[in-house]
């Protein structure tokens, strides 16, 4: 696996926007447009800053989400608000190439209208996965990513694109809330990954999912682990072995 070390939380945001910067471009040039889904949380925000102070020609690039809470695009539980404010917004970025996911619909059937949003951008035939250009995944303390929570029945669907989840519980805390995720297959599927991981609260699920045995029911972010890029800060690696 490829795993890139930093100081800290604001460096390991730096070396992950500019590797997901250099994919898109090198889509660019292959096939004068590219492809991304994008995370929320915490994690990254000053990598999308970064990306609203790029110059980068976002006009050619396509912006998915990997997952969304149920909540309206203004809360500031949104993946979309947190995106919006800190690069979207910032940036002027084209509203027609910006696939949120559509959470006034209600969690089934804003998935299955995501399902179809993407089927349709990526012009799927039946049973073939999506291939985005680049993926950015965070993990969670308690090992998931995306909204794949440990235990999760959905992470062994290797065949669905999104779908409506019920999480119940994130590293002990009860959220009890409806959201919407990206499948492992979509997942799998991406032609480059990259998971940035910072924070203290991070060390022990990195080291189990980096380091422990394959079993991505207990740690979902460990899907696509082995292909995937890592950009972590020395919080998030103290418990790895050297």
């Given at each position: ?6 100081a ?10 500019a590797?997901?910067l250099?994919l898109?471009a ?5 096939r004068?447009?590219?492809t991304?889904a994008?995370?929320g949380?915490?994690?990254p925000?000053?990598?999308?800053q970064?990306?609203?102070r790029?110059g980068?020609?976002?006009?050619h690039v ?10 309206p695009p203004?809360?500031?539980q949104?993946n979309?608000k947190l995106?919006?404010?800190?690069w ?6 084209p ?6 996911i ?5 969690a089934?059937e804003a ?14 035939r039946?049973?073939?996965?999506p ?6 995944r965070?993990m969670?303390p ?7 929570f440990?235990g ?17 519980k994130m590293?002990?805390v ?19 990954t990259?998971?940035l991981?910072?924070?203290a609260?991070?060390?022990a699920?990195l080291?189990a999912?980096l380091q ?7 740690h ?12 972590v ?6 418990e790895l072995?050297?």
């Amino acid at each position: 696996m490829n795993l890139h070390r930093s100081a800290d939380t604001p460096a390991a945001a730096r070396g992950c926007a500019a590797r997901v910067l250099e994919l898109l471009a090198a889509a660019l040039r292959e096939r004068g447009s590219a492809t991304m889904a994008i995370s929320g949380g915490t994690s990254p925000k000053p990598m999308f800053q970064i990306f609203a102070r790029s110059g980068f020609a976002w006009e050619h690039v396509h912006l998915f989400f990997v997952d969304e809470r149920v909540v309206p695009p203004t809360d500031p539980q949104s993946n979309f608000k947190l995106a919006n404010d800190t690069w979207f917004a910032l940036r002027d970025f084209p509203s027609p190439n910006v696939h949120r996911i559509q959470t006034e619909l209600g969690a089934e059937e804003a998935a299955r209208d995501y399902q179809a949003e993407i089927r349709r951008h990526f012009k799927l035939r039946d049973g073939e996965m999506p291939r985005f250009d680049a993926i950015h995944r965070g993990m969670g303390p308690d090992s998931h990513t995306a909204s794949l929570f440990p235990g999760e029945p959905l992470i062994q669907n290797r065949t669905g694109i999104a779908a409506a989840v019920w999480a119940e519980k994130m590293g002990g805390v009860k959220i009890q809330q409806w959201r919407v995720t990206l499948l492992p297959g979509v997942l799998e599927a991406a032609r480059h990954t990259v998971i940035l991981a910072t924070g203290a609260d991070k060390a022990a699920a990195l080291a189990a999912t980096l380091q422990g045995p394959y079993d991505p029911m207990q740690h979902p972010a460990q899907i696509a682990r082995d292909t995937a890029e890592w950009f972590v800060d020395r919080a998030a690696a103290a418990e790895l072995a050297s």
